[in-house]
């Protein structure tokens, strides 16, 4: 099983550049999650989805957008990126139960310049 | 305030040894609770999820009180593969994951 699958693994990106994080997962999960993890900062939801064609707002969601056109995929964008937005980026897929766990993709670690 | 806060340690530990330490989180209405393990450049793991009972699986344990809003966890006869950062994780009614900023533990030799 491929899990929660992220592309790409490293970025560097120019100041204003546009650019789309991928997830795809494979275990027919309805929620989706997006969130960044920065050094001393834990990790902090920027967007998530319960379920295709819905998306909401976590706790830092301002330069960033999503979209779940498909159960299995859930895209992160970056319309003009910022060096604020050099970070690690990890999707997560989950069940809708509240007591089962989360599963990470590998991350996305992206710079920008 | 942070939705839940974690020592950050480090703790740096010799094998063999017990080391414990605990989160606390401030949401009442969360429902669930876990502790995920990191390691360095890696993606975070589910170790275990916290019962109210509590719960061990194998040498770790852990703890919930629902009064003091706190999670603990305890690792016993520590070996060199226990070196991670350990994420406190908390559920919340709306289905979303709130995660502690980890507390680092080192085994020595």
């Known amino acids: 099983n491929a899990g929660v699958t992220q592309t790409p693994k490293f970025r560097v990106l120019k100041t204003g550049q546009s650019m789309t994080l991928l997830c795809a997962q494979d275990?027919?999960?309805?929620?989706m999650y997006w969130y960044r993890q920065d050094p001393g900062m834990g990790l902090r939801l920027i967007h998530y989805s319960v379920g295709e064609g819905t998306t909401a707002k976590g706790e830092v969601p301002d330069g960033y957008n999503v979209s779940r056109l498909k159960k299995q995929n859930f895209l992160l964008g970056l319309e003009s990126a910022a060096p604020s937005q050099t970070s690690v980026y990890f999707c997560?897929?989950?069940?809708?139960?509240?007591?089962?766990?989360?599963?990470f993709g590998q991350g996305t670690r992206l710079t920008v310049v | 305030r942070k939705e839940v806060e974690q020592d950050p340690g480090p703790f740096n530990v010799p094998e063999g040894a017990t080391v414990a330490f605990n989160c606390t989180y401030s949401?009442?209405?969360?429902?669930?609770f876990f502790w995920y393990r990191q390691d360095c450049r890696k993606e975070p793991k589910l170790l275990m999820s916290?019962?109210?009972s509590g719960n061990e699986d194998g040498r770790f344990t852990a703890q919930l009180n629902r009064a003091s809003q706190y999670i603990s966890l305890l690792i016993r006869d520590s070996k060199l593969s226990d070196s991670a950062t350990y994420l406190c994780?908390?559920?919340?009614?709306?289905?979303?994951?709130?995660f502690g900023a980890g507390t680092t533990v080192t085994v020595r030799a």
């Open positions: 994780v908390v559920n919340r009614r709306d289905y979303k994951l709130s």
């Open positions: 949401n009442s209405a969360s429902q669930s």
């Open positions: 275990m027919n999960h309805e929620y």
């Open positions: 916290v019962y109210s």
């Open positions: 997560a897929s989950g069940t809708a139960s509240m007591n089962t766990e989360a599963f």
